[in-house]
């Protein structure tokens, strides 16, 4: 989110809080200043957390995804919701990956095993197939009590860890994994923050500085700001499909020595929000120079079965860095993360996920296994999908064709979707978007006329804000602007999933289109 449009949301919403505030005191035949929230004394002391007191770091997070044009979205659902006519019907939430608030159905055996787990009675249910209750039986075999509502080894159930060792031994073609140096975690994103933790230090030119590329996923830029890291910028390349280039990220480290200490190189493949997949080729250059300039890579690859360009294969940095030899895999550093929240799965509301770590200093291990039991353990529920989606059902097994047959439906039909995308954007004068080679979005590049930029600025927004909040309130569409991601000066963007169902993303794709032309020629 543009920190310009946060602070007029600020503006307007401290107010109106302060004014409901002092109505409400005066009702109760209270003096507003003794229950004044920001500053003022409350029985004759101030408030010990005010803005200018708190930790001024959290001030500097923004997170796009959720920001004021999703708290827009949901003021207007409720005037909706009490017959407040619009010119729509429904606001269309295509703002965030969020698999099965879109509709998409859950993957049967998955729910199985968790319902099993979650109410082991149905171990006695005939209608349950007899490898769901295998797989939940090993979950159950493995908690305290033998249930889900136990604490589990902050490290996550060892059993399940096994699991997903062996899933990424699958993968990546034999090359082995060590279970000790897998953790599990409340989603990717969990484990992506504590793994800053660990790397982020010193102070002035000392402090660590974070590469990662622009456009990214705000996690990103606000867990930098959050642990007062310094953010480092790499450019992708728009005009050859969002292409990392090692030149680029030469430009990025070599600027950012003269003011911090760049110490990690965050790569997304597939990448959001931008699609794109990146090739083997360049993932043995990052390798490469990552092991020139000693930096620690971390791998975000929570999409990687999410792949639809044609002549595009997922590569996990791992894979790679052991088929390139010893003189890489003994030394460059490597956390990679999955989740199952994206894919085939969508189980956002789980939270669960994994990292794992090549040539962790094991000095640093012990620090890090200090540092996850302060949280005590993962939800045990989120750890237990990933333990059936890292062991699905096998050929012969009674719930494999089922499961086959959803897995390869919901993959199919992603993949239709991305071509829908890109055919439609291609046709509007104006936006340009480039192939969605895989995950779950679309990152269009539009051109904003000069009076709507001035109109933009009048109104305290960045103007790719702007356009997305009119869309909203002129067609119910809910999208991100780009500048929540970062983007080129000069251009705009707006992100957006395609994970509505094809006969809405239709609707959607065409109502954005007439939109934008509506817009145009609005402040042409």
């Known amino acids: 989110m543009h920190a310009l449009g946060w602070r007029v949301f600020r503006a307007r919403l401290t107010p109106l809080l302060l004014c409901r505030r002092s109505v409400g005191a ?206 480092v910028n790499y450019y992708l390349d728009e005009e050859n499909c969002w292409a990392l280039n090692i030149s680029e990220l030469q430009r990025a480290l070599h600027q950012a020595r003269q003011h911090c200490t760049p110490k990690v190189l965050c790569t997304i493949n597939p990448g959001n929000p931008t699609g794109q997949v990146q090739s083997r080729q360049v993932i043995e250059e990052v390798i490469r120079f990552a092991a020139k300039e000693k930096l620690f890579l971390m791998a975000d690859e929570v999409y990687q079965d999410n792949i639809y360009g044609e002549g595009c294969q997922f590569h996990s940095f791992k894979k790679i860095l052991f088929e390139m030899g010893s003189q890489y895999s003994d030394v460059v550093e490597l956390a990679s993360f999955h989740s199952v929240s994206k894919c085939y799965m969508g189980e956002c509301g789980y939270r669960g996920g994994y990292v794992e770590y090549v040539n962790l200093d094991p000095g640093v291990k012990a620090e890090l296994m200090k540092l996850v039991s302060v949280r005590l353990c ?56 480039n192939p969605v080679q895989g995950a779950m979005y679309s990152f269009p590049r539009i051109d904003i006329p000069p009076k709507a930029i001035e109109a933009a600025k009048a109104a305290g927004q960045a103007p790719d804000m702007f356009f997305c909040m009119k869309l909203l309130e002129e067609t119910g569409i809910c999208v991100v602007p780009g500048s929540g991601f970062g983007q080129a000066e000069g251009t705009y963007h707006f992100r957006m999933t395609i994970l509505p169902p094809t006969d809405k993303l239709k609707v959607l794709l065409n109502k954005l289109k007439c939109f934008y032309e509506t817009f145009t020629k609005r402040y042409a």
């Open 26 to 231: 005066a009702s109760r035949g209270v003096d507003s200043m003794s229950v004044e929230g920001t500053n003022g004394p409350a029985c004759g002391r101030q408030k010990v957390l005010t803005l200018d007191s708190m930790n001024q770091r959290v001030k500097q997070v923004e997170y796009a995804v959720r920001g004021p044009i999703v708290l827009q979205a949901a003021a207007i659902e409720k005037e909706l919701q009490q017959g407040i006519r619009k010119p729509f019907s429904e606001v269309i939430r295509a703002n965030i990956g969020d698999a099965h608030a879109m509709g998409q159905k859950p993957i049967t055996f998955i729910r199985q095993v968790l319902a099993i787990c979650t109410y082991p009675q149905l171990l006695c249910d005939p209608n349950m197939p007899e490898d769901a209750k295998l797989r939940a039986k090993q979950i159950l075999g493995a908690c305290g009590g033998h249930s889900v509502g136990a604490y589990t080894a902050s490290q996550g159930i060892e059993t399940i860890r096994q699991s997903v060792a062996k899933y990424i031994e699958r993968r990546d073609g034999g090359i082995p994994s060590n279970p000790d140096n897998i953790f599990l975690s409340t989603g990717a994103s969990d484990a992506i923050v504590t793994t800053l933790k660990l790397l982020v230090s010193g102070e002035g030119r000392q402090r660590t500085g974070v590469m990662i590329p622009i456009p990214q996923y705000p996690l990103y830029s606000a867990a930098i700001s959050d642990l007062g890291a310094v953010q």
């Open 378 to 433: 993962p939800p045990v529920s989120g750890q237990a999908v990933l333990g059936v989606i890292t062991d699905p059902p096998q050929p012969g097994e009674p719930s494999y064709q089922t499961f086959l047959k959803e897995k390869t439906n919901v993959l199919s039909s992603l993949a239709e979707r991305a071509r829908l995308t890109e055919e439609v954007f291609r046709g509007a004068p104006g936006i340009r978007c």
